[in-house]
């Protein structure tokens, strides 16, 4: 929520339209122009059914506003708000001019309508990253050549398979790799979300992977956000793409339809989402192609590598299906739709998988670490529901090591308590669900 306001009004992208978003050209009112509407108290800052105060908000007489006075069925409409629709706000935007607020007045007007149109659906909104969470490419240059011969023979077996999971682009000059599962993840997930394909590449690329994943445009109906330029580059993990230092290097929900209350993100890297890491579900980086480990430093070889892959029943997308899928059941539960926010539903979400777990780390932090709560693997722990403790005492349920031979290790395997490896926490916040202790034993 730190970035400058812009010194002149930015005009408004038209989001129904079929179209491929690029916010190298696109620069709608941000959401972090809009966060000092997000601190005023939902009586006097949310728009609920009136068109009259729809129309005050926007500063206009808009003749789409009929839209927003529809209430979403199980909606609780609060009193008439006071005539000064927007209050505090105006102390909020000390420091703007004229025409700033009132087109930061207008774009949270607009989001609010938008909203409510998905709230009568009874839908909420869905941000699917593209690269390294819904599918991996390569370049061909990328591929060697023995691999190059597997791939010829997967996609040609591929291609007489009603749902395709390979693909060969010959203008691109590029593989690409749908993770398993995507075809019943995008099936079930239109049902209950507006879906958003958000890529860091260019155009071109989220053209064609538009294509490959809604060939008839149902899905996302040109909600397709593009943060690259104009060339021939794939998408990446918000890093510059072949060495272009304008691309930008995070994302944001400039473009989406609702508010962030009402918004859910999927993506393989927090560091992206500056501003709204409690949007987002974080998964396990899907990297099918070889060269894709070597590009993240990543130990170990690939899934083509070892010809295995994901497990669509219970791999990455189904995890993530389920998890959507509570929240959406949840946020519609509220008696009042105006107040449910999904991020405090996603949070109640992640404390229920690792609850009744109290975790002692053996040997994972330097000797002498002043500050273990601060490292991600502790913060991680308890942002899922588990206790962690530098104490050794009959409540401790875990403790995660990398090696045997400590003194807590000892203690543990003495007192019949689990010790598992790091990778027991990850995956359990990865894959929302408490990973089994045994697949994770130090040994």
């Known amino acids: 929520m730190t970035s400058a306001l812009p010194s002149q009004p930015v005009s408004l992208p038209n989001i129904d339209r079929p179209s491929i978003m690029s916010t190298s050209t696109v620069d709608p009112v941000s959401n972090s122009q809009l966060a000092a509407s997000s601190l005023v108290p939902s ?3 949310s728009v609920r059914g009136n068109r009259a105060d729809l129309r005050l908000a926007a500063g206009q007489n808009d003749p789409n506003a009929d839209a927003a006075s529809n209430a979403a069925p199980g909606t609780t409409l609060g009193a008439a708000p006071p005539a000064n629709q927007w209050g505090d706000l105006d102390d909020l935007l000390n420091g703007y001019d004229d025409q700033q607020k009132a087109l930061i007045q207008k774009e949270r007007a607009r989001r609010i309508m ?4 998905m709230f009568s659906a009874r839908k909420l909104c869905l941000v699917l990253d593209l690269d390294h969470t819904l599918l991996n490419s390569a370049k061909f240059i990328e591929v060697d050549p023995i691999h190059e011969e597997i791939l010829r023979k997967k996609e040609e077996q591929d291609r007489e398979r009603p749902e395709r999971h390979l693909f060969r682009f010959h203008h691109m000059q590029m593989w690409t790799k749908l993770r398993p599962g995507i075809w019943n993840f995008l099936e079930k997930a239109t049902k209950l979300y507006e879906l958003h394909l958000y890529t860091m590449g260019n155009k071109l690329y989220a053209t064609e992977m538009a294509k490959v994943l809604d060939p008839t445009g ?3 109906a040109g909600r397709v956000i593009s943060r690259g330029g104009d060339g021939n580059s794939r998408g990446g993990d918000g890093d510059t793409f072949d060495g272009d230092d304008r691309v930008p290097k ?22 992206v989402w500056p501003h709204n890491k409690n949007n987002m579900i974080v998964v396990e980086r899907y990297t099918y192609f070889p060269c894709s480990r070597r590009q993240f430093g990543l130990p170990g070889p690939s899934l083509l590598e070892i010809d295995r892959d994901e497990r669509p029943e219970d791999g990455t997308l189904a995890s993530s ?3 959507i899928g509570h929240i959406h059941q949840n946020f519609f539960s509220h008696p009042n739709l105006n107040d449910a926010d999904v991020r405090s539903i996603l949070a109640s979400e992640q404390r229920r998988i690792l609850a009744g777990c109290r975790i002692v780390f053996s040997r994972i932090f330097p000797v002498g670490e002043a500050n273990p709560h601060m490292h991600p693997l502790w913060q991680s722990a308890e942002q899922f529901g588990a206790v962690c403790t530098n104490q050794i005492d009959d409540r401790v349920t875990h403790v995660v090591a990398n090696s045997l031979g400590t003194d807590k290790v000892n203690w543990a395997i003495q007192s019949g308590r689990f010790v598992v490896h790091p990778g027991w926490v990850e995956a359990s916040t990865l894959l929302y669900r408490r990973a089994n202790e045994h697949d994770f034993a130090v040994k």
């Open 321 to 323: 299906l389920a998890v």
């Open 114 to 117: 938008e909203q409510h149109k």
């Open 43 to 45: 009586h006097q800052a």
């Open 218 to 220: 149902a899905l996302f």
């Open 250 to 271: 995070s994302k944001d929900l400039d473009g989406v339809l609702g508010m962030e209350s009402a918004v859910v993100i999927i993506d393989d890297s927090v560091r």
